[in-house]
């Protein structure tokens, strides 16, 4: 039985080898699984097999070039040795399709991937021709195949996507190790494009090698790499090359960073660019270099470092703001010494800046559209953090020092500042030496604030600055030091720091009263100012003031009341002020008394420079330190009450010259005229005096009125040193007689001594004058009676005596004469 059996197995071998040696045909065949056409399947000593048409109905399992290289390569050695001729027409998957062709050693494979066209001879399988799609690779060269190891080794010359160079390689059980070299190219696009889909490299990586960075000629001395082709993991890469003409664009709305060269160093999974000749916008970036770390690993960094000694804040804040790093309203124009760092993390996405920006020469400096300058600038960059090591921020009203730190991501931040110097026009602030916090908050428009003065300012957009304390900066302002003010508010609001208009509210102890003598101590403000100039008014309507021509600051009132004294007026004011008045008066704080004027401008610079109007008369009042002077020209009879603080004096008009230091030092001419003098108390104790003595009687002419002693013209020289005020000359003409004095009062205890000479004129001494010898007795050498009164006591309550026998028998003419020779210019 068994012999049978094993006759029939024998018979079936020795057919099926009978029907082999002659041939099988089969014109179609399918099945659930696969169909085919025209299979035709021989053996002479080697398989010959020829198919039309077979589909398979599945996916093939590769997808890529070297994978499908790979299985060719670990099955042709079987192919040689079983067949003698191998013809696919067509053989196609769901997802592939391929043609194979081996008669006589050669072979020809053509799929998606792969065209292939070798010849076997011996151990070497030579290639005419492979072209591996996926990455328009193109080899000429030689390939040692060892199927007891697959594996094969590679070596010839290569193109791929216009790049030509020399390769060896070798894929050992999917992996593989390859070196290429002496490789040159005009571009690299199209290379990376198809690089990058096969080994799953990171499209940003992708256009960082070769779009972001674009060079017009590559050299490749070398690249080395091992490869799992079955995974596509990268387990090493390394290479050097080296390329010219070439750019660095960081974004497409920013000029390239140009250099004339660049070095390519691929290792340890970091590739290295070094920028040789870098410039930006004309500027040398000499140092810079770009790197990316973990191309084919997790974690990918792209590292930027750039460096100059050329470029300015300006030119580096756009490249900033590209990724979203705000320096917010700093910018300078001027050459910093920088270094700045971009390490960009692609998953996720995160950029991280660090740097210096550094100047240590006088250069320009701007926080939004101010302009300023700084003699020192040390910026650090600490991602998210400005840490300014060392400021400065200086004008022509400004020199500030300041350390501190400002959060990008909180848009905040603290200053230690150092005011050194702060001066606003109109010496509104004089700050000086001043050390204080301030605080930023760039979420709020670049929020200035500093809480030593109650400050708050918006420098970006709209403008804005608020004082809610004034009290806490009058210290620092002399001209509301100069004002006396106690507190108050401020706020301002602009477009800018050129056109912009304000309120503030102030109060001040300045000893302004209105003209119902009531204190003016507050009022409201409202301000304009712009290039022409500056307007402000009071919501009283009291005070409004503006700038001149000049640029000196006029500030006119009205119906007001304002305090002067020597001291305070002579000083040399810090402010340039004028004050022009209107239906307003002087209060002398020294006399206790007021002058009214229908107008006066008073102007306040090394001193005072007072100009008064009366109507017909004028008043100038000039006060310096250790100088003053008054010229008062045809002053009317309320000057003078207003002054004296009564009514002393009715009708007539009043010149006064008067020159000194100050008022305790001076001497003055004094000229009336057309003049009545009212109820003095000298007066009335002069006429009492006058109806005591009879001999006197005669005295009594009738030049002492109801209305006063009448004086046509009346004239004195004065001189006071201290508390002695000397009468040098006096000479008061009535109609009907005159006095002559000279003397002196002291201020202090009242007390006052003086020689009056009453000299009668027309009415008696026109009677003796006929009768001769008696005449010439009497009356002396000019024809007068004249009597000499001694004044003493003091002058609120003075004593006259007088020697009247003496004054009969021998008048004396020393004070007439002493009067009527002074010099002639001594009045003028």
Not at 139 to 156: A, R, Y
Request: hydrophobic residues 40%.
């Amino acid at each position: 039985m068994k012999k049978n059996i094993l006759l029939f197995i024998l018979m079936l071998f020795l057919c099926g080898v009978v029907f082999l040696m002659q041939g099988i045909h089969i014109s179609s065949f399918k099945t659930p699984y696969f169909s085919l056409e025209n299979l035709y399947f021989k053996l002479e000593k080697k398989f010959i097999l020829r198919l039309e048409s077979l589909h398979i109905n599945t996916s093939r399992q590769t997808d890529s070039s070297t994978e499908e290289l790979e299985t060719f390569f670990q099955n042709a050695n079987y192919i040689k040795i079983f067949f003698k001729e191998l013809i696919f027409d067509k053989i196609s998957y769901e997802n592939n399709m391929f043609t194979l062709t081996y008669f006589g050693d050669k072979f020809t494979l053509d799929s998606d991937y792969v065209t292939l066209i070798a010849t076997f001879d011996g151990a070497k399988t030579k290639v005419d021709e492979l072209l591996l799609k996926d990455f328009d690779f193109r080899f000429n060269g030689d390939i040692d195949i060892d199927v007891s190891k697959q594996n094969f080794d590679l070596n010839g010359s290569i193109s791929s996507f216009d790049i030509n160079a020399n390769i060896s390689a070798r894929l050992n059980k999917r992996i593989l190790d390859f070196e290429i070299s002496d490789a040159r190219a005009a571009s690299i696009d199209d290379f990376m494009d198809s690089l990058a889909k096969n080994i799953d490299l990171d499209e940003e990586i992708k256009k960082w090698i070769h779009v972001y960075i674009k060079a017009k000629n590559y050299e490749i001395y070398s690249f080395k790499g091992s490869i799992d082709t079955r995974s596509k993991k990268i387990n090493r890469l390394d290479g050097l090359a080296h390329a010219s003409d070439a750019s660095l664009f960081l974004s497409p709305s920013l000029k390239p960073i140009l250099f004339k060269s660049i070095d390519i160093k691929l290792a340890n999974d970091n590739l290295n660019f070094t920028l040789n000749e870098p410039s930006f916008g004309g500027k040398s970036l000499e140092g810079s270099k770009v790197a990316i770390t973990n191309i084919t690993r997790e974690n990918s960094h792209i590292i930027v470092d750039l460096g100059s000694n050329e470029i300015s804040l300006d030119d580096a804040k756009p490249i900033l703001t590209k990724y979203d790093i705000d320096l917010g309203l700093l910018g300078s124009s001027a050459p910093t010494t920088t270094t700045l760092r971009l390490d960009i993390r692609l998953k996720p996405f995160d950029v991280r800046a660090d740097g210096n920006f550094a100047f240590n020469t006088k250069s320009p400096l701007r926080i939004g559209e101010a302009s300023f300058y700084s003699t020192i600038l040390d910026l650090d960059l600490n991602g998210t953090v400005l840490n300014f090591k060392k400021a400065n921020l200086s004008s022509d009203f400004l020199d500030i020092d300041f350390v501190g730190e400002l959060d990008l991501s909180s848009d905040k931040g603290t200053l230690d500042t150092h005011i050194k110097r702060l001066d606003l026009e109109g010496n509104l602030l004089n700050i000086k030496n001043i050390k204080t916090t301030a605080k930023l908050d760039l979420a709020k428009d670049f929020e200035l604030s500093i809480d030593d003065f109650d400050f708050v300012g918006n420098f970006s957009g709209k403008k804005r600055l608020s004082i809610n304390n004034l009290s806490k900066v009058i210290q620092y302002s002399p001209l509301l030091s100069e004002l006396n003010a106690t507190a108050g508010s401020f706020k301002l609001d602009g477009d800018d720091f050129t056109n912009f208009g304000g309120a503030f509210e102030l109060f001040f102890n300045f000893g302004l009263k209105d003209q119902n003598q009531n204190p003016y101590n507050h009022d409201i403000f409202t301000f304009l100012v712009a290039k022409e100039g500056f307007n402000l008014t009071s919501r009283s309507g009291n005070i409004l003031a503006k700038n001149s021509k000049t640029g000196k600051l006029e500030v006119f009132v009205n119906n007001i009341i304002i305090p002067i004294n020597q001291q305070a007026a002579s000083k040399e004011s810090k402010t340039n002020i004028t004050y022009i008045g209107k239906n307003s008066s002087l209060s002398l704080s020294d006399f206790n008394r007021t002058l009214n004027f229908k107008a006066f401008r008073a102007d306040f610079g090394e001193g005072l420079d007072f100009t008064g109007d009366y109507g017909n008369g004028q008043l100038n009042v000039v006060l310096k330190p250790n100088y003053l002077k008054i010229n008062g020209t045809n002053l009317p009879d309320t000057s003078i009450n207003d002054f004296l603080g009564g009514k002393f004096i009715s009708h007539g008009g009043f010149d006064i010259k008067l020159e000194g230091r100050d008022f305790k030092d001076f001497t003055a001419n004094i000229n009336a005229k057309d003049t009545y003098f009212l109820g003095l108390k000298a007066q009335q104790n002069l006429l009492a005096f006058l109806d005591s003595i009879p001999s006197l009687i005669i005295f009594k002419v009738n030049d002492f009125t109801k209305k006063g002693f009448e004086a046509k013209t009346a004239q004195a020289q004065l001189k006071r040193q201290g508390d002695l005020l000397q009468i040098d000359a006096l000479a008061i003409k009535g109609s009907n007689a005159d006095i002559y004095g000279t003397g002196g009062i002291n201020t202090d205890n009242k007390d006052i001594k003086m020689q009056l000479e009453l000299h009668l004129l027309k009415t008696a001494s026109s009677v003796i004058a006929n009768i001769p010898i008696i005449n010439h007795i009497l009356l002396g050498e000019n024809q007068a009676a004249s009597t000499l009164i001694e004044v003493s006591g003091t002058y609120d309550d003075p004593k006259y005596t007088s020697t009247v026998a003496v004054d009969i028998l021998s008048t004396p003419f020393n004070i007439i004469k002493n009067t009527l020779s002074l010099p002639a210019n001594l009045f003028k």
